[in-house]
């Protein structure tokens, strides 16, 4: 019975240690607060918080009104080429699936359906890129300091 009170109280030790590590935010909650306490493992973490920001113009701080609506216009622009993309390079990766489990495998076949998917991961990267230039575009110079400090994979 005392093994069970002391698992119990170590256990709820850890849950409070666990809570005291998280990260703070500043106080519009926009982004974390950047000091030494922050492992790379919790801006892991925070990644798809980051990409539903992003996605609602708060990629940084100070925008107009004006600003709001060209960047949500070429969000959703991006959205639309990527999501064709991704798609695409689903199928394709079933179809790879598909080509090596079969029987009677052909290399030919397979190998071209590989250069098909790098091309495809090609066509994303590249459209981020010029989404991305696009959006600076739009930003005054402190804004562009302020958007180039953030991790890529939330724009």
């Known amino acids: 019975m005392k093994r069970l009170i002391i698992l119990g109280v170590f256990i709820s ?4 240690v666990n809570a005291q590590e998280r990260i ?8 974390p607060v950047l000091n030494e306490n922050i492992r790379q493992s919790d ?3 925070l990644k798809p918080q980051l990409l539903e920001r992003a996605s609602q113009n708060d990629i940084v701080s100070d925008l107009t009104p004006e600003q ?4 949500s216009d070429l969000i ?8 064709q993309a991704k798609n695409m ?6 179809r790879l699936k598909t080509l090596e489990s079969s029987d009677d495998v052909n290399m030919k076949s397979i190998n071209k359906t590989i250069d098909e998917i790098g091309a495809l991961i090609i066509k994303q990267m590249k459209t981020k890129a010029e989404y991305k230039q696009k959006i600076r575009q739009i930003l005054t110079e402190k804004q562009r300091v302020e958007f180039d400090l953030t991790d ?4």
């Open 43 to 45: 801006l892991l973490r």
């Open 13 to 16: 030790g850890l849950s409070l």
């Open 68 to 71: 709001k609506s060209k960047i």
């Open 152 to 155: 890529d994979e939330s724009i």
């Open 24 to 31: 703070p935010f500043d106080s519009n909650d926009k982004r």
């Open 76 to 83: 959703l622009e991006r959205d639309k080429q990527l999501l």
């Open 89 to 94: 390079l689903a199928e394709k990766e079933a």
